[in-house]
Structure formats: C-alpha cells, structure tokens
C-alpha cells in the first residue's frame, strides 16, 4: 500500500514544478499501466476500478497540496532569485 502514497509524493514534485496540462499525460499513463495491471492479475470489474482510480486519485491530489506547496514557497523563491541577482 505504499504506491499511493509515492505517487502522491510524485504529485506534489509535480505541482511544484509544472503546470495542471501535465496532468494528463501523467493521468493517461497511469490508466494505461495500471489497467495492463488489472487485465493481467484477472480481477473482477470493480476491482479493476478501484486499481485504477487510487493511483490518478493519488497522483492528483498530490498535485493538489504541490499548488498549494508553490504558494507558500514563492516569498522564499523570490528572495532566492532577487539574492542572485545582486551577486552577479
């Protein structure tokens, strides 16, 4: 049960670098493996749901809290960039 929570923490890596269209190729990638994932163990359709939804649901709440995350760290990253301005 460990996956959901790395792809929320590959959410997060990705709300804080780029913006929301990244979402769907990472979202269709993520059908498509983990559906593979599903066909080849044979579970029934609702577990095949369930296989398949947690990790997008994952990946975009992860997103989420990254916006969120990009927010309460642009003070820190303006001070950053104005701080290597001055020393060029």
Same mark, same amino acid.
């Given at each position: 049960m460990a996956w959901p929570i790395a792809l929320g923490f590959a959410g997060i890596g990705l709300g &804080?670098?780029? #913006? !929301? @269209? !990244?979402?769907?190729?990472?979202?269709? =990638? @993520? @059908?498509? !493996? /983990? =559906?593979?994932?599903?066909?080849? #163990? =044979? %579970?029934? &359709?609702?577990?095949? /749901? #369930?296989? %398949? !939804? &947690?990790?997008? %649901?994952?990946v975009q709440a992860g997103y989420m809290v990254g916006l969120r995350g990009r927010e309460l760290l642009r003070p820190h990253a303006e001070k950053q960039s104005s701080s290597n301005t001055e020393r060029v």
């Open positions: &804080l670098t780029w #913006n !929301v @269209l !990244v979402l769907i190729p990472v979202t269709a =990638g @993520l @059908l498509i !493996v /983990f =559906g593979i994932i599903a066909l080849i #163990n =044979g %579970v029934s &359709l609702h577990d095949a /749901f #369930n296989t %398949v !939804v &947690l990790p997008i %649901v994952s």
